[in-house]
Structure formats: structure tokens, C-alpha cells
């Protein structure tokens, strides 16, 4: 399975993810991390805290029709696994945002630029967990 290199587009999405980080920051004072939106969206303690993860929830999932609003296309999806092993995937990522105090997200866009000490020690677990992790499947597994 080969990985496509998209510099443009990923320094875009990056950018954009940036930049609502920081406005969520600014505006709310909260942490842009997907994990702790949707655990607050399900676990609301207030009206104010569901609005607006609610609308950062909306905005995630229509975000593929807004881009083939402007582009005229969807974004290309492929996942070349079962739902079971999604749902599997789910289980244990959702375990590992448990055990982390936080997701990827939020350790890597917003715990580094905040010079969190747990973030430093987050972001490099995570990504040396994905590097064995794809090494495996690929070249172990062979899938």
C-alpha cells in the first residue's frame, strides 16, 4: 500500500487546524483536542460547553461536503481494513486517550505549543507506537 505525498495539502489542513486551535484558545479558552470535544459533547455539565462542541462536532463531519463544494469533488477515502478491525482500532485508541489523559490532537497541536511536559512525553509515544505499528502490519503481517 503506497502513501501519497501531499505537501500542499497537508500544510493546508495544518494550517487550518492551527489556526482554529489558537481561536478556540483565544475565544473560549479551551484545548482543541477531538477526544475531550466529544467526551464533553457526550458528557455536557452545561448548555454553554454543547454549543459550541456541538457546532466543532457538526463542522467535522461536514467538512468533506464544504470541501466538495469548492473542489467539485469528495475527498478520496480508502481504508483497506474491515469494520471490525476499525471498530477494534476504536476500542484501543479510544483506551489510549483514556490512559494518556488526551488524544493526539490535542497532545500535538495544543500540550507541545504549550510546552506541557505530559505532551512531550505523549507525542513521542504516540508516534513511535504508529512507526511499530505500520511496520508491523506492513512488513510482519504483511497486509
Known amino acids: 500500500m503506497?502513501?501519497?505525498?501531499?505537501?500542499?495539502?497537508?500544510?493546508?489542513?495544518?494550517?487550518?487546524?492551527?489556526i482554529g486551535a489558537v481561536l478556540l484558545m483565544l475565544g473560549l479558552g479551551r484545548i482543541l483536542g477531538a477526544t475531550g470535544i466529544m467526551s464533553g459533547l457526550v458528557f455536557a455539565e452545561n448548555r454553554d460547553e454543547f454549543a459550541w462542541r456541538a457546532a466543532?462536532?457538526?463542522?467535522?463531519i461536514l467538512a468533506p461536503s464544504l470541501i466538495f463544494l469548492v473542489t467539485g469533488t469528495m475527498p478520496e477515502l480508502s481504508v483497506p481494513v474491515s469494520p471490525a478491525m476499525i471498530v477494534i482500532g476504536g476500542v484501543i485508541v479510544g483506551f489510549g486517550?483514556?490512559?494518556?489523559?488526551?488524544?493526539?490532537?490535542?497532545h500535538g497541536v495544543c500540550g507541545l505549543s504549550r510546552l506541557s511536559v505530559r505532551s512531550?512525553?505523549?507525542v513521542p509515544t504516540f508516534m513511535l507506537t504508529a512507526a511499530?505499528?505500520?511496520?508491523?502490519?506492513?512488513?510482519i503481517f504483511g497486509a
Request: include cysteine.
Open 132 to 139: 511499530i505499528t505500520v511496520y508491523l502490519i506492513r512488513h
Open 2 to 18: 503506497e502513501t501519497l505525498f501531499t505537501p500542499f495539502a497537508s500544510f493546508g489542513g495544518g494550517l487550518l487546524i492551527g
Open 120 to 122: 512531550m512525553v505523549a
Open 56 to 60: 466543532m462536532v457538526v463542522g467535522m
Open 97 to 106: 486517550a483514556s490512559l494518556g489523559s488526551g488524544c493526539t490532537s490535542g
